[in-house]
């Protein structure tokens, strides 16, 4: 890490007593978007910020359209404009990135959600052509109110408004893939990615598998609040500031994203159609209740089959996204 | 309706004081289930009791492998053993039939749970099976107490045991199918059916299109408590004492089976794979929404692209069972 | 119909006068259908004719809109008119049926093809419903030249025309389903039914299992020609005079359809999705290269990843069709 | 281009007698596989070679696990090590570059093909996870002989035998993706890739998107022969040597892979699950059919139901592929 970089650490109070960056056990880590540096891919890019494990990040990313990023005069280069790569020192292969969601607040006074051709869950799509298919494309703008933690939704069609409480999460957090590929910003697979998931939000941490050395952290896609299956394939599309502490455990591989808080055990399974989806996520939790809490398989499988709960993320992007979770209070003590 | 027939009607305290069975509104009318009588498939079988909308249905259902038949020395010819039909009077195809839990009580002190070879989310299966690919049967007993309203899960191959609170809900509530048909009790479709649908419990409203002369209502496959999914092809499985109240919604058509309640308007969407189930259930609710709140068919995908719930009831039966719903705080006044 | 036909006649009442029927081998017995005896579903209707096992039924079944019915001034009461059932004297459940295609015939000079909402591969349709997806309902008429073999497509946007070579075949064959089911006309599954296979056609045996006693077959749905997955919904649509002979085999339990010919083994899967379908058709033709050739179940596999044919019969239907076959001369001798 | 790669043009004798490469028309490009520059995704590596739109590359490809890279002391890093890129001059995206199968040759004495725990169609598998589901890992060998065009497979639990006709094609042939993406071996997707085609075989012709400039052409996975669907996911893995020619479509954009020869044009669809890709597949064939042959989509749509014909390439693999096609002869004469 050179100097100019070390000088962008933002030092906590407790690290500013001890006089000294080095001695620092809980550092935070800020970056400052430049737009010319967004990303549009999880891939192997040189990195915007190299923190150590335990450090938090704090940045901010653009709304999924990038409508932050034309209004200072850059050109968007495709869907879901993605902050980072974050680069942990001491990630290898193998090992998996643990990152948990401090601080997830909206960046600005209003969102946006609107209806595309050719992308949704109940129109015609680039995946599910339908013939004669189609809506028309259209935008919604939702003014939100921090004060009052509500975004507001307006009919196109008639007077009617109403109030949506805010729940503030990343559409897009995720890491360079396995296998030397580079997917699209618009892509949830096993590296995380566009998971669209309402977990990525304050009290959760994710675990994603660690593929290439330093992980390469990317985040981006706020969204205000979001139905299940975000279903015409957007949620209220918003800029944030965030804070995610990054953290490692060593030699420990992951197939599939996971997430956890005080109350849950959550393993995500991401892929079409949601049948399979679901196979993932519970043969995943499945194994995790095994391997954590010393459950046999075949008393997770039954016990899950009267107390599991099922989370539709999303059904809208190239992927589809599943959460399947059990209630701790239902487990025996972890290992 | 017969002289001993009338005699079974329960008389509630109201409609005594008014000294009249005749002049009674809101009737409860008994069936005692006889084991000789129960039915395995949905379809028009002569009824085992007749109705008037708004009266109460009190009967009671046996669990889903029916070992409360044998109990009794008589044989059990399927899964699903469904008490009735009901023959509410009045009910004619191109209406709605509403069905109110009034109670749902389980009926006995313990439920069971099982693994079987080739039915189950996560196993081989009649339509998905895969070499090599099984679990063996296995059976577990659930001990349940209905003052601290939990059934306890006691692990096979451990010593772990933990308590799961009771949500008792009927498995099976469906009506005669449309076009000629009978269906097996196993199976979930438009007429509603083999749903597993939690939602079937008190304090919810069920709507299921009328298909033939009287509706014919079938009820059984009691559920103490399930996991989202139903994902080993178990609940925790009980008989059940119940009491529906039914009325008619006349030359009202609806295409699929609906849920109402205080808070909720919940559309089913019944099929495979989950990804149709979810494009049934959610254009069902936009249908809804534009037709009771008047909201134009974009703004309902937009508003419930922020606001839905997806509830994936399970995916074990020949169909999967999808609801989607919205709180009816984000709609307009009702028309 | 020439005098041998004549002779090869089922005697009724008169013939039993002869008191010859008894020792009548191969004979062939007919129906001419009456429209008000048509069905609608495969279900426990009484048999319009009884045959034995050896027996060629000779008939005659409508087009899939009941065209010919109407022309009679009888009402079409829904898709698929079928000619039926016929019981099958001896038929047991746990035995299967044999059904050898001796004559498909096209009963008229045109057949129709049609485009309909809410209906087809490519549509927005019932079990895939798409916002503002769909096509206009419309109608082609195919003139048929029995002399040359050929049916002629008409464009409806422009002057082309062009023959299509005829391949007659019947769209529906099919038993009385399990488990005291009645299913629709327009519903292929474990029973066949609305299998829209061009396997049901001259030189093929097709096998069903018997699920009720007689089996109660039924017969409808000709198509003069098809194109794979009958992707918009409709065949060339028409009339049909038909000879099937029937046979059993006692004892023999198989779970899903199969056809055979000279030249190869054919397993039919039947579910939605398609891939379900295929894993139904390849696991059965897995089990039947066991149990016929005597190959073990991972060399079957290997074998077929190597050889087999994939025949995507249908994508329209309630349910989907796939047939997965193999030639017999990649095949050990049958045992 | 340098001087080296200059010299490893194999000049033909036509172009020789021109006395100069700048004025060759049709010249063959050769390329001699080095071990060390395999590559294992598609995505934006150095050429290996550059050739003019016209020209002919001749190269060899290895098998897909890699036993000829091993052969020769190089470490195999994944599946399908792919030959190439083939930069090909002048091509830039929006563009369509043509491949055409020349010679297709198995290079060496046997094939193999094998069961993989995780991998397969009926399998428990990566996506499709199956508790307690599992084949055994297992290879089987086939000698090949090519003077009588046949490999042969050997029973692994018997003493049969049989001999399997060639069809030599390659699994592999693909493009660098859009959108910054880079693609594993293994997957099949609008890039193409592994797509497992036999239809990528001689008498052929493959047109692919270019999606940076020089198009970046990949080749390997060799098949001697496989059965539709490729069910255990494997064909009869050989290594190749081949030659295609390739040509450009200049401003023509396609979405999807397209195959053609003489007498059929061929849309190809890839994606989860099969249903999908017949609706990409067919909604393709039909924009082809209006914009090639002037017939409405409609028009279109209606003829496809009679005449097309659907080949299932592979079920195994991260998406699945499907062909639909038309024979040139039901088609008006092209524009």
């Known amino acids: 890490m050179d100097n100019s970089?070390?000088?962008?650490?933002?030092?906590?109070?407790?690290?500013?007593?001890?006089?000294?960056?080095?001695?620092?056990?809980?550092?935070?880590?800020?970056?400052?978007?430049?737009?010319?540096?967004?990303?549009?891919?999880?891939?192997?890019?040189?990195?915007?910020?190299?923190?150590?494990?335990?450090?938090?990040?704090?940045?901010?990313?653009?709304?999924?359209?990038?409508?932050?990023?034309?209004?200072?005069?850059?050109?968007?280069?495709?869907?879901n404009p993605l902050t980072g790569p974050f680069y942990v020192e001491g990630a290898e292969p193998g090992d998996t990135l643990v990152v948990r969601f401090v601080s997830v607040d909206v960046d600005g006074k209003e969102g946006w959600g609107s209806l595309v051709a050719g992308f949704g869950g109940l129109n015609s799509s680039r995946y599910t052509p339908i013939l004669g298919g189609g809506v028309p494309n259209k935008v919604w703008t939702y003014p939100i109110d921090k004060a009052k933690n509500v975004a507001t939704f307006h009919a196109a069609d008639s007077n009617f408004t109403v109030n949506i409480p805010l729940h503030p999460f990343l559409g897009c957090v995720g890491v360079a893939p396995a296998d030397g590929e580079a997917r699209s910003s618009i892509v949830p697979a096993e590296f995380g990615g566009n998971m669209d998931a309402p977990e990525a939000s304050v009290g959760n941490t994710l675990y994603l598998p660690?593929?290439?050395?330093?992980a390469l952290l990317f985040l981006g896609d706020g969204h205000a609040a979001m139905g299940d299956g975000e279903?015409?394939?957007?949620?209220?599309?918003?800029?944030?500031?965030?804070?995610?502490?990054?953290?490692?455990?060593?030699?420990?591989?992951?197939?599939?994203?996971?997430?956890?808080?005080?109350?849950?055990?959550?393993?995500?399974?991401?892929?079409?159609?949601?049948?399979?989806?679901?196979?993932?996520?519970?043969?995943?939790?499945?194994?995790?209740?095994?391997?954590?809490?010393?459950?046999?398989?075949?008393?997770?499988?039954?016990?899950?089959?009267?107390?599991?709960?099922?989370?539709?993320?999303?059904?809208?992007?190239?992927n589809y996204v599943i959460v399947a979770k059990i209630n701790k209070k239902f487990l025996p003590v972890a290992k």
Not at 19 to 37: F, H, I, P, V, W
Not at 44 to 61: Q, S
Not at 253 to 267: C, H, K, L, V
């Open 5 to 79: 970089r070390l000088c962008s650490w933002l030092l906590v109070v407790s690290s500013l007593a001890l006089g000294s960056c080095a001695q620092a056990q809980n550092r935070t880590a800020r970056y400052d978007l430049k737009m010319e540096d967004l990303k549009y891919t999880y891939g192997p890019f040189p990195p915007v910020l190299k923190v150590k494990a335990g450090d938090t990040i704090e940045t901010n990313t653009v709304d999924a359209d990038g409508h932050a990023v034309e209004a200072v005069g850059v050109k968007v280069r495709g869907p």
């Open 210 to 214: 660690v593929n290439v050395p330093g």
């Open 231 to 318: 279903i015409d394939g957007t949620a209220i599309e918003v800029s944030m500031r965030v804070r995610v502490k990054v953290d490692l455990i060593k030699h420990k591989t992951i197939q599939w994203p996971r997430f956890e808080n005080d109350n849950y055990i959550m393993a995500v399974g991401i892929y079409r159609p949601l049948d399979d989806a679901v196979r993932i996520a519970f043969t995943e939790l499945i194994h995790w209740m095994h391997e954590r809490n010393g459950l046999s398989e075949l008393d997770a499988y039954e016990l899950l089959s009267k107390t599991a709960e099922i989370h539709l993320d999303e059904m809208v992007d190239p």
